[in-house]
């Protein structure tokens, strides 16, 4: 089973704000870097957020991470339907020496 | 531009044995390390292993130790995974992907492996 822990959905109308929570523990999430990836059906995953907070080249600013301790957060503000999508935490686990991946949250506009 | 594409992906007995490729283009393969995450049908990320850019450190999920190997060849820009005693719950999309400065930043389409008898 998954190290982190995610919620399995989270819904809102359009420009609305979600936040996906990613708990995991002081051998990841406190000890590392946190990445975001999204990803919809039939199509490999997309780097989305990294080092807990930066956005890459070509991320729109509707989306920002945070961390604090073992937990971090993925916010998405002025959702639109373009953002239905599952949505991972991931970084590495220093005691288990692996990649750990978050459980997965399947983001809905209503 | 920068990509990754995966294949050797197929139909394979349980027992039996099955290799996947990935090749890089658009970016200096020698120069990073690299992943493989396979996604069972329906089912999240599931991280199977890593290589050093030089190939000289190796980790994997503890239920493919043993069984499969990751190695590289850097003249050929080329990721493999060789998949020994292929089990039933190894079914899945596989996908290689580049660890970048800061996570896993560039990911192939995926190739799919289905271990059926």
């Known amino acids: 089973q998954s190290v982190l822990t995610q919620p399995p959905s989270v819904s809102a109308a359009p420009g609305q704000k979600v936040t996906i929570s990613c708990s995991g523990s002081s051998s990841n999430i406190e000890s590392n870097a946190v990445t975001w990836y999204q990803q919809f059906p039939g199509t490999a995953p997309k780097f989305l957020i990294y080092e807990d907070t930066k956005r890459p080249s070509g991320i729109p600013d509707r989306f920002s991470g945070s961390k604090s301790g073992t937990s971090a957060t993925l916010a998405i503000t002025g959702l639109q339907t373009g953002d239905e999508a599952d949505y991972y935490c991931?970084?590495?686990?220093?005691?288990?020496?692996?990649?750990?991946f978050g459980t997965g949250t399947k983001v809905t506009v209503l | 531009q920068v990509q990754l594409v995966e294949s050797g992906g197929g139909v394979v007995q349980p027992g039996r044995s099955l290799r996947l490729s990935c090749v890089a283009s658009?970016?200096?393969?020698?120069?990073?390390?690299m992943h493989w995450v396979r996604q069972a049908p329906g089912k999240g990320l599931d991280w199977v292993g890593r290589?050093?850019?030089?190939?000289?450190?190796?980790y994997y999920r503890d239920s493919v130790k043993g069984r499969f190997t990751l190695s590289r060849d850097n003249s050929k820009n080329t990721l493999y995974l060789q998949m020994n005693n292929v089990r039933s719950d190894d079914t899945a999309v596989y996908y290689c992907?580049?660890?970048?400065?800061?996570?896993?930043?560039?990911w192939g389409q995926g190739t799919t492996v289905m271990v059926s008898s």
């Open positions: 658009g970016f200096t393969f020698r120069n990073y390390g």
């Open positions: 991931g970084t590495w686990d220093n005691s288990l020496s692996a990649e750990v």
């Open positions: 290589i050093s850019y030089d190939g000289s450190n190796i």
């Open positions: 992907a580049r660890f970048g400065p800061s996570g896993l930043d560039v």
